[in-house]
């Protein structure tokens, strides 16, 4: 039940708000503050999970901070009150009416207790603070600028609380923050940052409003900005994590291209990535690798990864000619660099397709040499990459890894991250490696159920391709399995069907390729009937042309038996030995390698498994096909059908 916070009754009834706030404070949604302090008459507080967790301080972005250019900031002015220097004036000096107190007073009071709260591990959250918080509550209204910037730093250096949403000190930083968003109307940049300043040291940057604020008060006039301010806001990007990245930051990112160091491009990408924001402009990605390749034997590990990180996300492939490159001079660095640094160095061409054997084979080696230590989530990420280019190594990274995942060491890790299990066994299938044990525990119901929930729409298609890899490649596997019901929903949420030229979505460039091949096998078999599109491995989900031959007329006969099963099934071919069944892959670039005729690590599962249950797998690779003329098209396809 939400309840009224009394403490804020004063403050907002002066403004002629009614206010309810429940105790835990997520966020205003009043909007942009007004300089006039006018705000529309209901509010509304609502909480989120992010407010229940512990106060942390991120790695990665103290590391980030200590990066940051200098700018001038807006400096408060020296005070030294007398301070409190025994428990016992403590406690007196606190048990005091501060509701008829003063806002200067109360500051004060704050400054003169800070000593003794450090050295006796005093919190905020101690009652003995109740009235002092009680004062500030009622009077943060008047508190000026500079007293507002003094109580900050000051509660700065108070020892800190266990959570945000501590007793007292939720809501006096609740409190300043709002201070904070109303006065930021007649703030100039220097106070603006200043201030965000004080709110990221305090470890509250990502529940602040007034950092939201302060991101989108820069992004009416990004050009004002200079050089230094616009690595700062990309900083804050980074902290706040709640507004993506505007487009106008990227043309002045772009305008000033040649100005930042490889160290401010790494903040820059924090603010991209942290945002999963998309690098839109090709040349701020063509500056990122630039700076990289260039500065590859000093660049810090963290400045790295959080730079493939941004070029991984933003999938950009008009640069994908330059990340070999970079990669050859990155590999040689790769002794020296963490293990998660290692990882995104062996991920960042998968967006792309593009394979570079020599740094992945690396990773992997480096891996396989330290599997002990490993996390479990790395592992995941390097089977990903290894597993998609078809990566061997020796020893074999998958032969070693699923061993490693057998070890019940690695159970309580399997529980902190729960979706890790099903894709490491995910990408072991595809080369033919399970593991029976543990296949059963994820396609256990009450596993799936706490996972992914009960809804078969969140079943993931790590999951439903294990199931029905064990149907094909498992047959002695006695474990659990998907219903038929969840796993004919489950298909239907995963399938993309068959295009045809009447259909209501336009055609992509992928559904015109395959139906320029079911033109040319047409042309072969001579009548449509006579073809079949179906996904007759149900966990792809891109159907393929099913064709049958008669082996004794040499005829094409209209594909039979497939009323016996329905969506999610796997759909063996019949009477094998009499009729010659053909699968046509049509292989999209996206299902190849970037810019060449070589099927992806799962394609080569497919090919395999369709073998297993009895098609002949034709291959055809879209890209090329498209250019041949019509004659060629059907030679083409006539000769793998022979």
């Not at 250019?69 to 406690?91: C, G, H, Q, R, V």
């Not at 009680?134 to 900050?152: I, V």
């Not at 000051?154 to 959570?163: H, I, K, N, Q, S």
Request: aromatic residues 10%; charged residues 25%; neutral net charge.
């Amino acid at each position: 039940m939400i309840r009224p916070l009394s403490r804020f009754n004063t403050l907002w009834e002066k403004i002629g708000v009614t206010c309810y706030k429940q105790p835990h404070r997520t966020s205003l949604n009043h909007g942009t503050p007004k300089p006039n302090l006018t705000f529309t008459p209901a509010l509304n507080f609502h909480t989120t999970l992010k407010n229940h967790t512990k106060i942390f301080t991120d790695f990665e972005n103290n590391y980030a901070y200590k990066l940051l250019p200098p700018i001038s900031k807006f400096e408060p002015s020296l005070s030294a009150p007398s301070a409190i220097t025994t428990l016992e004036a403590f406690d007196n000096h606190l048990n005091q009416n501060w509701r008829a107190s003063t806002a200067t007073a109360i500051v004060e009071a704050f400054e003169r207790v800070k000593d003794i709260t450090i050295s006796h591990k005093i919190t905020l959250s101690d009652k003995r603070f109740d009235k002092l918080v009680d004062g500030l509550m009622d009077h943060c209204e008047k508190l000026t600028d500079d007293e507002l910037l003094r109580l900050l730093l000051t509660l700065l250096e108070y020892p800190p609380c266990d959570a945000s949403n501590s007793r007292n000190f939720h809501d006096v930083w609740s409190c300043l923050d709002d201070i904070c968003c109303w006065k930021m109307s007649n703030w100039d940049l220097q106070k603006l940052y200043t201030f965000a300043d004080v709110w990221f040291r305090w470890n509250l940057g990502r529940l602040s409003d007034f950092v939201f604020e302060v991101l989108d008060r820069a992004t009416f006039k990004p050009h004002r900005l200079s050089k230094n301010m616009l690595v700062y806001t990309f900083f804050y990007f980074n902290v706040n994590r709640r507004k993506s990245v505007p487009f106008e930051f990227e043309h002045e990112l772009a305008r000033r291209i040649d100005e930042f160091s490889i160290d401010e491009w790494a903040i820059i990408a924090m603010g991209y990535f942290k945002t999963k924001s998309k690098i839109k402009l090709p040349e701020i990605a063509s500056a990122m690798i630039r700076a990289v390749s260039e500065n590859c034997e000093t660049i810090n590990e963290i400045s790295l990864t959080a730079i493939l990180k941004a070029l991984r996300l933003s999938q950009r492939g008009e640069v994908a000619s330059d990340i070999p490159p970079m990669l050859d001079k990155v590999t040689l660095q790769l002794p020296r660099l963490s293990i998660m640094s290692l990882v995104h160095v062996a991920l960042i061409g998968t967006q792309l397709q593009l394979k570079h054997e020599p740094s992945i084979r690396k990773c992997a080696d480096r891996i396989i040499a330290e599997i002990e230590t490993i996390r479990i989530k790395d592992l995941e990420r390097i089977l990903l990459a290894c597993s998609m280019f078809s990566i061997d190594t020796t020893p074999s990274i998958y032969e070693v890894a699923s061993k490693e995942i057998l070890k019940q060491t690695r159970r309580k890790e399997f529980v902190q991250y729960n979706r890790c299990l099903p894709s490491i066994l995910n990408y072991l299938s595809l080369r033919k490696i399970y593991s029976h044990n543990l296949m059963n525990d994820v396609l256990n119901d009450e596993y799936i159920n706490e996972t992914y929930g009960k809804s078969s729409k969140n079943v993931p298609r790590d999951l439903f391709s294990l199931d029905t890899c064990v149907e094909v490649e498992c047959p002695d596997y006695k474990g659990n399995r998907l219903s038929p019901q969840k796993r004919y929903k489950a298909a239907k949420w995963l399938s993309e069907y068959a295009p045809t030229r009447d259909q209501h979505k336009r055609l992509s460039l992928s559904d015109k390729a395959y139906l320029e091949i079911v033109d040319s096998l047409v042309g072969i078999v001579g009548e449509e009937r006579l073809l079949r599109s179906d996904h007759v491995l149900p966990h792809f989900s891109k159907p393929d042309i099913i064709l049958c031959k008669d082996q004794v007329s040499g005829e094409f006969v209209e594909p039979f038996g497939f009323e016996n099963y329905v969506l999610g099934d796997v759909m063996r071919p019949f009477n094998v030995e009499k009729y010659k069944w053909y699968a046509v892959m049509v292989l999209t670039p996206n299902l190849t390698l970037r810019d060449a005729c070589e099927p992806l690590g799962g394609m080569i599962m497919k090919e395999r498994q369709l073998k297993t249950i009895g098609y002949t797998p034709v291959l055809v690779y879209a890209a090329p096909f498209t250019t041949l003329s019509s004659a060629e098209k059907t030679a083409h396809l006539r000769r793998h059908l022979s």
